[in-house]
């Protein structure tokens, strides 16, 4: 009888115990136009899924006590980054859409965003009103992040590129080998649309790689016109709307890192 009762104790203290390592987060995701968001992945600070949101925008999800930040992802939508205060369990989430912006300066671009993020408090508290959210206080922390810095990163980037493939187009001449890969990057399990020319790749790394010949160069777009030499393994190519085999040409925009078929 007494080994029943310390079996049934421990039994109890394990449970609360368990209980005591984890708490629950409830909560709704909607848009800035007071839309329901359903699918809404919502993650750690180790990009590690916790769960997502219903066709309603509403979600539970079981967290461990010491998480205090959680972040919303969601395709066509800005990426939210919150953290936890002090006994905050019922979260309530606007999410603003990731906006295109043309021909603007990466200062305006930021200085709009952030017109937009000011305006959070008050869409919350216009889904209150409508009853889409049930809580009066935000019990989370939210802070505007500028794109300039990322943006910046990306512009630099882009244009070390463009010099290193001006400089590939002179040092390719008529004649020249080259190999261009086409579908699957396996090495990065991702879909490429855009072909970089490349030395040593081979069909264990994309679906396909094709070598050519260069049989003429136009300065524009850095255009090669290339025409089938190898396929590695494969007889033909179906590739907009067009059979390549050994023998069809095609060209290769190097600026674009685009492939055109002359259908």
Not at 155 to 164: M, P
Not at 251 to 263: A, G
Request: proline residues 3%.
């Amino acid at each position: 009888m007494r080994i029943n009762t310390i079996a049934i104790l421990a039994v109890l203290l394990s449970s609360l115990n368990l209980n005591g390592q984890t708490r629950s987060i409830y909560g709704r995701v909607i848009s800035e136009y007071l839309e329901p968001l359903p699918g809404v992945h919502i993650e750690n600070s180790d990009n590690v899924l916790l769960g997502k949101t219903d066709m309603d925008g509403q979600f539970k999800i079981s967290i461990p006590q010491e998480t205090d930040s959680l972040l919303f992802r969601f395709v066509g939508m800005e990426w939210t980054d919150i953290r936890l205060k002090k006994d905050c369990d019922t979260v309530e989430v606007v999410m603003i859409y990731d906006g295109t912006y043309d021909f603007m300066s990466f200062k305006k671009i930021d200085k709009i965003r952030k017109k937009r993020f000011e305006k959070l408090p008050n869409i919350h508290s216009d889904a209150l009103q409508k009853g889409l959210f049930t809580t009066k206080t935000i019990c989370y922390e939210r802070e505007f992040k500028p794109d300039k810095p990322k943006l910046d990163a990306i512009r630099k980037e882009l244009k070390e590129l463009s010099k290193t493939n001006k400089n590939d187009f002179k040092d390719l001449s008529i004649g020249d080998s080259v190999k261009i890969p086409f579908g699957i990057d396996t090495s990065e399990k991702r879909i490429s649309t855009h072909y970089s020319l490349c030395k040593d790749c081979t069909e264990e790394d994309y679906d396909y790689v094709i070598t050519g010949q260069i049989i003429s160069k136009q300065r524009r777009k850095l255009t090669l016109n290339i025409k089938i030499t190898e396929m590695q393994n494969y007889d033909s190519l179906e590739y907009g709307g067009k059979n390549l085999t050994v023998g069809s040409d095609f060209k290769y925009e190097m600026k674009y890192f685009d492939v055109i078929i002359n259908k």
